[in-house]
């Protein structure tokens, strides 16, 4: 998942404010993010190299450390220990692994394939990027719908009011990100756009995926906390 990951920050951040948008976002994209430093370690290389000629059925990836079920446990720990020193408060730290652990399941139902611990182990997962694309991107829709539309249901009941233009530029995120992934779903940019064969060194795969997380990140970051609290009498 892409925007599925990043939807569920979002309840956490309502429920528990004090953590910050910020580490429960990242905490939601972990196993991600440790991809892209292990991509550059040279231990989860990923292909193809030119984003270009990438879709999310070809992309081949042996997200080993990242995502593969062993590994999780460590990366538990790790953020708990994050939220708990960070805030102070045990409450966050079990939150933000409970984002992990979400993290997890989700790509079980939406993502690439991944193991107990490396390709000759038991497969976990449905690895629906690899065998049925669409189905993939059909449950993130659904899952990211149903999310954002508790997101706003608790923000009505807690009397916070957003601006039309607020709410459309938190949607409009995760629309545009179910969108793009349709675009790519099967057919690369190259393909659809009759791209001719370059490198000017910004079109490498994971550099374009570390810009748009982050980018989506910090995107969300500075949407989601505008709002301004009804006063009760």
């Known amino acids: 998942m892409l925007v599925g990951h990043y939807s569920t920050a979002l309840i956490a951040y309502q429920k528990y404010p004090k953590g910050t948008l910020l580490y429960f976002l990242f905490a939601s994209q972990l196993q991600d993010l440790l991809w892209f430093t292990f991509h550059y370690l040279g231990l989860e290389e990923t292909g193809p190299s030119d984003v270009f000629d990438t879709t999310l059925s070809n992309m081949a990836v042996n997200m080993l450390y990242s995502h593969d079920l062993i590994p999780l446990?460590?990366?538990?720990?790790?953020?708990?220990?994050?939220?708990k020193l960070l805030f102070k408060e045990t409450k966050i730290g079990l939150v933000g692994t409970a984002l992990v652990l979400g993290h997890f399941v989700l790509d079980f139902f939406s993502g690439?394939?991944?193991?107990?611990?490396?390709?000759?182990?038991?497969?976990?997962?449905?690895?629906?990027?690899?065998?049925?694309?669409?189905?993939?991107?059909?449950?993130?829709?659904?899952?990211?719908?149903?999310?954002?539309?508790?997101?706003?249901?608790?923000?009505?009941?807690?009397?916070?009011?957003?601006?039309?233009?607020?709410?459309?530029?938190?949607?409009?995120?995760?629309?545009?990100?179910?969108?793009f992934m349709l675009t790519i779903a099967t057919t690369s940019f190259r393909e659809l756009f009759n791209i001719p064969e370059f490198n000017l060194g910004f079109n490498s795969s994971v550099p374009t995926l570390i810009l748009t997380y982050f980018g989506m990140m910090f995107y969300l970051n500075h949407f989601v906390p505008k709002f301004r609290k009804i006063k009760k009498t």
């Open 73 to 83: 446990s460590a990366w538990l720990i790790i953020i708990f220990l994050i939220g």
């Open 112 to 179: 690439h394939p991944h193991h107990m611990f490396g390709l000759d182990t038991s497969t976990v997962g449905l690895g629906l990027y690899a065998t049925n694309v669409f189905l993939a991107i059909g449950i993130e829709a659904i899952f990211a719908v149903a999310i954002l539309w508790y997101f706003f249901y608790l923000e009505n009941i807690n009397g916070i009011q957003r601006s039309s233009k607020n709410k459309v530029s938190i949607i409009g995120l995760f629309v545009f990100g179910i969108i």
